[in-house]
């Protein structure tokens, strides 16, 4: 039986960040939220919103706020089997992928997310996005693949401080 080649996922980011910030300081799920929704509100078509941290960290709370900045009035939800969601009805449509239950390249691609990474006239945020890039890398410097539409990647991380508080920091790359 002949295979075609195995493929990595293909994402281009810079290296180096255009602009690196301060931690912001959540102290709920609706401050969450509100960080969302001020960056759907600066939102542009062909952004790629990377979110990494743990399980409960707040990655849909902010993608709900995301939806709600972008003008998207349905409900979010995670798409953790679903693998993607899609929200249209805003200014600009809306992709939510989560990679938490795919482990390799090879379901990446079997899972045809590749194709659903890039979405030009919208906005894509992943959940577990460091699950695109080679382990125990410089991240983001070293990715796997280097072709892609985004010019703008907010890589973003979530931990958590206390049960109800949230440090989140982001880099942003591009344009």
């Not at 002949?2 to 980011?13: S, V």
């Not at 690196?20 to 960080?35: L, R």
């Not at 200014?91 to 659903?116: C, I, S, V």
């Not at 070293?142 to 206390?162: D, E, K, T």
Request: charged share 20%; aromatic share 8%.
């Amino acid at each position: 039986m002949n295979l075609p080649p195995q493929r990595e996922p293909q994402i281009a980011i810079p290296a180096t960040p255009r602009k690196e910030v301060p931690a912001i300081i959540s102290h709920s799920a609706d401050e969450t939220m509100e960080i969302g929704a001020a960056w759907g509100r600066e939102a542009r078509a062909g952004w790629l919103i990377g979110l990494s941290g743990e399980l409960g960290a707040g990655k849909t709370q902010l993608v709900k706020g995301l939806a709600r900045g972008l003008g998207v009035t349905s409900g979010v939800y995670s798409p953790s089997f679903a693998l993607v969601n899609e929200y249209q009805g805003g200014r600009l449509p809306l992709f939510h992928l989560d990679l938490y239950r795919l482990e390799t390249p090879a379901q990446m691609l079997a899972a045809g997310l590749e194709e659903d990474l890039f979405h030009p006239a919208g906005v894509t945020v992943v959940e577990w996005i460091e699950r695109w890039f080679i382990p125990n890398s410089e991240l983001p410097g070293r990715q796997r693949g280097s072709a892609g539409a985004h010019r703008f990647l907010r890589w973003v991380r979530i931990g958590g401080i206390s049960p109800t508080e949230r440090r989140i920091t982001y880099e942003d790359f591009g344009d």
